[in-house]
Nanobody
Framework: QVHLVESGGGMVQPGGSLRLSCAAS????????MAWYRQAPGKQRELVAR???????YVADSVKGRFTISRDNAKNTVYLQMNSLKPEDTAVYYC???????????WGQGTQVTASS
């Protein structure tokens, strides 16, 4: 079983930056993809960015050029550096990990990110 602990959310003014972290623990042998999703009030959860164990990344068009995903395999931790935050980035951000077959292993508890003046 995999357990995820997220940190780093908060409130910033538009244009500000935040860095989210998600540390995984437990059974790591099948862990492959680590990803960040977000869900704004009244909207569906959407994929923000994902990173494979080998380092390949995907970043959603809505955040491309502003958000960067990275991971430290030695620490089983994934990061999301968010720059130039916009009010529309306001949401609860969730960490997710998948195994090599694309099956979800665990979700984080969620961390609130708010960009507001």
């Amino acid at each position: 079983q995999v357990h995820l602990v997220e940190s780093g959310g908060g409130m910033v003014q538009p244009g500000g930056s935040l860095r989210l972290s998600c540390a995984a623990s437990g059974s790591m042998s099948r862990l492959n993809t680590m990803a960040w999703y977000r869900q704004a009030p009244g909207k569906q959860r959407e994929l923000v960015a994902r990173i494979e164990s080998g380092g390949s990344t995907y970043v959603a068009d809505s955040v491309k050029g502003r958000f960067t995903i990275s991971r430290d395999n030695a620490k089983n931790t994934v990061y999301l550096q968010m720059n130039s935050l916009k009010p529309e980035d306001t949401a609860v951000y969730y960490c997710n990990v998948e195994d090599v077959w694309g099956r979800s292993l665990a979700w984080g508890q969620g961390t609130q990110v708010t960009a507001s003046s």
